[in-house]
């Protein structure tokens, strides 16, 4: 960032620049830093050309690199709508004072916010301005030769030299062969052999950044067109893919609701097991949801099992178990003593032993003794092991059933459906309800066994605990483009791998004749700094070339004379 | 099936003892690590030197005889020409240190005694590991303890291998073996699960794929921030004697003897560059985990924006050691702070955020 200080590097890599010239730059295609100094003359074109450049410079992208994890943090750390809209709820309950802040800077939904967006818009923008004048230079670099070579090689990062008998001709042929069979990409450039490899690692660079274009945007389209909904199900009953059936739906703002993949399955069995002892007892070991399915609307049968890790996918829609539960059923008989009401009621978990609690609706066809018409309303408790009379509170001891205990409360009056509000199936509205009492005045309640009835007072009917059925709750979703984004990131690896490893680096060797008659060979390299094996690659090369270009008798080599700053004899001619 | 249980104890019991002993090998080679320190300090030959000139342009000639095969299946021992190595622009010319032994022959024989103990403590971690997934029939790193011992042991692991391939790590024994002495004990006392099986979430062969890669590059990314760390210590050291500063004796006995500011700087560099792609593959390896796991591969789940944090974190480190005006002490701190991105994805999400990720008593 700062220019201010002088910097001994910078100014050793200007010095650098200018004496390598051509042969020193475009090694990689990064554009050239640009200091902030040179503001630009007034005009709006030279404003815009001055914001273009600082967006596209590299200090800016890592300034926008670094402003993007951070942005990131208070979305992992506050509630989000878009994972748990529930617990947003429970934290702006509990924090009233932080809440309308947060509200206000869209912290409950960090990664839609405008701020969050407008940095990775402006990182995209910054990229893309980045690597189309870069994939322009690679492919002008690609078409062009590799640099002739600079006028003084001992200033390169390796260095070697030696006189040979042989002639500079001699000496450019059999160095253009070795480096060729090395495939370097190699021609003859005046009084040298100018030659390049690893031109990967710029193409890897660009396919990495590329790729990264490519995932966003398929991250992008998945959530416009994607949908996904929740479905409770029974143990016995069925859902078809229909939007009527979710008990709830969400989609991307440009999916189409008609588009939905036809297909039908029924819930045959839901086993759950669980660890039976040790430290972890009760923790789940198998889920699986087994289910006859039917592909299409009048497809064929097939069973089919769903686990955690393995959805039902049919064309691309998934089918996902996550969460079960119990459903005990239940029948009531009204106070003509007819059966009014049997059903599986689904309840839901409230702890990790699966002790469930829900609510019983009994809205038509009950009657009193008088033949009145009204409604009863249960609230239930259910454990699926008890730890047994006296000792027990409603709290269940162990995940599976066995020891079912399904506790009631009993109310009659208006449950408050007709009014016309979404209710919740789970809970019981009980402002317009009476209690039930037992004989002492005190309300209503009872634990029942499977197959024990609760009689309700002054013959007001009886209910009947008749046995336990498991739910499976199943999500089911779309996201379209996921095999994009999927290429993407696989093209991502293989470009950074190629960008990370692949070292693009140039040897030049210069022949010239000497004054004593011997040819003055000369070889040096340049890659980026990081390239530990240059020195080790040239002096294999030289080797090589040593081989085919013997050094002449009674000359010694150069080398420690050519360390000074002053370039060997001859080189420059 | 009574028996098959006893017998999986008996191997849960038989990893804890081998942790436990392994812990008690890596102590020894701590305090290895400390006398060859130690006994280091004691001699100055060819450091005080070797660390203060700042040549411009050292010109580091090197002769190297290579054996070239010849026509007719002869070989012939040629002098390889002599190539002269130039520092890249900008980087202080000055030499690495003699490492911690100091060049005293009583310093080097404890090194060699604290690395022979390290390979020790590493084969019985190792042990401990591979009887603790025995017993569990299972991938060792279904909880914190579990990942915690397989992440020290792939960190000493790492260690040795670059040992082995001749690197100068030597250095960094006592700062590793601290740093897994500390792990171990975080891991024995306050993460401990007795082994079990795993809830149905974590039955997938990507449990293999993603945790795994996903240890390799904490161990790696771990070994690069040690160099990094050390990196700024010795980087002001050697601006202070640039300067004409006089470093602290302590400073100066501890720094000299460490690799030279750009060894380390290049040191981290590679480490950290080498293990980025495969830090890139456990997210994506994990998003398609979560895609069949959870319905969605990417939901910003704690866990998954830390990941992407350290991601973002790691590549601005990478981006800005190519960038003017950043390369250096900027850009390590930049590595620092991806490192520690790391650390509390492992830890801080683990203990004090609740999300998809949170399984198996911690």
Redesign the interface.
């Known amino acids: 960032m700062s220019n201010t200080t002088s910097n001994p590097s910078q100014e050793r890599d200007e010095e650098n620049a200018t004496e390598l010239g051509a042969a020193g730059s475009q090694l990689s295609t990064a554009p050239r830093e640009e200091t902030l100094a040179g503001l630009p003359a007034m005009g709006v074109i030279g404003w815009i050309r001055w914001f273009w450049r600082q967006l596209t410079s590299m200090r800016v992208a890592l300034i926008l690199l670094f402003l993007l994890s951070l942005g990131a943090i208070p979305g992992s750390l506050i509630p989000q709508n878009s994972v748990d809209e529930l617990k947003v709820q429970t934290f702006k309950d509990a924090h009233t004072v932080v809440t309308p802040i947060y509200e206000k800077l869209q912290f409950f939904d960090v990664y839609s916010s405008v701020w969050f967006s407008a940095i990775y818009i402006l990182l995209f923008v910054s990229l893309i301005g980045c690597i189309v004048p870069r994939t322009g230079t690679f492919v002008g670099q690609l078409r062009s030769r590799p640099p002739g070579a600079p006028k003084r090689l001992t200033r390169l990062p390796a260095y070697t030299t030696w006189r040979t008998e042989a002639t500079p001709e001699q000496v450019h042929e059999a160095a253009l062969a070795i480096v060729r069979k090395r495939r370097f990409r190699a021609h003859i450039a005046g009084d040298a052999v100018a030659a390049e490899k690893g031109y990967l690692r710029e193409a890897g660079n660009l396919i990495f950044h590329v790729a990264l274009i490519v995932m966003l945007v398929a991250f992008a389209w998945g959530q416009l067109f994607k949908y996904e909904g929740a479905k409770l199900v029974v143990e016995g009953d069925g859902f078809s893919n229909t939007i009527t059936q979710y008990d709830n739906f969400k989609s991307g703002s440009l999916y189409d609701n008609d588009s939905l993949t036809p297909f039908s399955f029924t819930l045959d069995d839901f086993v759950g097991t669980y660890e039976r002892k040790g430290p972890q007892i009760g923790t789940p070991r198998t889920y699986e949801a087994r289910v006859t399915f039917s592909d299409g609307a009048y497809g064929k049968e097939e069973k089919r099992v769903i686990k955690v890790n393995e959805p039902l996918v049919v064309h691309g829609t998934k089918v996902y178990l996550n969460a079960h539960g119990y459903a005990p059923v239940v029948s009531v008989k009204d106070g003509r003593g007819k059966e009014v009401y049997k059903d599986a009621v689904p309840l839901l978990p409230i702890d990790n032993n699966v002790t469930s609690s829900g609510a019983i609706k009994v809205l038509d066809g009950y009657r009193d003794k008088n033949g009145k018409k009204d409604q009863l309303g249960f609230q239930a408790f259910f454990v699926p092991t008890f730890a047994g009379n006296g000792k027990g509170t409603m709290f269940s001891q162990f995940p599976a059933a066995d020891f079912p205990v399904l506790a009631l409360n009993g109310y009659h009056g208006s449950i408050g459906v007709n009014s016309g509000i979404a209710q919740n199936v789970y809970q019981l509205d009980t402002s317009k309800m009476k209690e039930f009492k037992d004989a002492k005045g005190k309300q209503l309640k009872q634990r029942l066994l499977v197959g024990e009835t609760m009689k309700l007072p002054d013959g007001a009917g009886s209910i009947t605990f008749e046995g336990i059925q498991e739910w499976a709750s199943f999500q089911i979703s779309e996201q379209p483009a996921s095999g994009w984004a999927l290429t993407g990131a696989v093209a991502a690896i293989a470009g950074l791998a190629g960008s990370l490893f692949i070292q693009r680096r140039r040897v030049w060797v210069r022949a010239v004749r000497g004054d004593d008659g011997t040819t003055v060979v000369e070889m040096a390299g340049l890659g980026r700094s990081e390239s530990a094996k240059l020195p080790e690659e040239l002096a294999d090369l030289a080797v090589k070339l040593n081989a085919e270009a013997p050094t002449a008798p009674g000359t010694d080599s150069d080398v420690d004379e050519a360390s000074s700053v002053e370039p060997a004899e001859g080189a420059e001619k | 099936m009574n028996l098959a249980a006893a017998t999986n104890e008996n191997l849960a019991h038989t990893s804890n003892v081998l942790i436990y002993s392994s812990m008690a090998v890596y102590t020894l080679a701590f305090f290895a690590h400390i006398a060859e320190w130690v006994f280091g300090s004691r001699s100055k030959v060819g450091r005080t030197a070797a660390a203060l000139t700042t040549v411009e ?1 050292a ?1 580091a ?1 090197s002769t ?1 005889k ?1 054996q ?1 095969a010849q026509k007719g299946g002869t070989t012939a021992v ?1 002098e ?12 202080r010319d000055v030499p690495d240190g003699p490492g911690a032994a100091g060049g005293t022959f009583k310093g080097d024989l404890y090194g060699r005694m604290a690395v022979s103990l390290t390979v020790l403590a590493f084969l019985v971690e190792a042990g401990g590991v591979v009887a603790r997934a025995l017993s569990v029939q299972r991938a060792p790193w279904g909880n914190m303890y579990e990942f915690s011992i397989t992440f020290s042991t792939v960190a000493v692991g790492a260690y040795l291998i670059l040992l082995a391939l001749k690197k100068n790590v030597r250095w960094m024994g006592l700062i590793l073996v601290t740093a897994v002495l500390l792990d171990l004990g975080l891991a024995t006392t306050v993460l401990y ?2 082994s ?2 795993l ?3 974590l ?2 062969y ?1 449990l293999w794929i993603h945790v795994s890669t996903a240890i390799i590059c904490g161990a790696v990314f771990f070994i690069g921030g040690i160099g990094t760390f050390i990196y700024l210590f010795r980087d002001s050291y050697e601006n202070k004697i640039a300067n004409g500063g006089e470093p602290g004796s302590f400073a100066h006995s501890v720094l000299s003897r460490m690799p030279s500011a750009s060894t380390l700087d ?1 040191f981290s ?2 480490v950290n ?2 293990v ?2 495969l830090w ?2 456990t997210i ?1 390896a994990g ?3 979560a ?12 866990k998954e ?2 990941s ?2 350290t991601w ?2 790691y ?2 480190y ?3 050691r ?7 002490r900027k850009a390590a701190y930049l590595a620092l702070i991806a490192f520690g ?1 790391w650390i509390f994805n492992y830890y801080g ?1 683990n203990i004090f ?1 609740t ?1 998809k990720h949170s399984y ?2 911690v």
């Not at chain 2, 895609?291 to 704690?302: F, H, I, Q, T, V």
């Open positions: 342009a010109a000639a190297v290579v070239v040629l390889r020409p002599k190539v002269i190595t130039r520092a890249a622009a900008g980087s699960t007795s079990d099986q809830v149905p979430a039955h997938s990507w290049k560099y590679r560059a080498a980025f792609p890139t593959f994506i998003a398609i985990w895609g069949d796991a959870w319905g969605r591969y990417w939901g910003w789940d704690p924006v830390w992407f944090i973002v974190a590549a601005a990478l981006h800005a190519a960038t003017a005006g950043w390369k250096g991105c999400v955020v999300g198996a008593g």
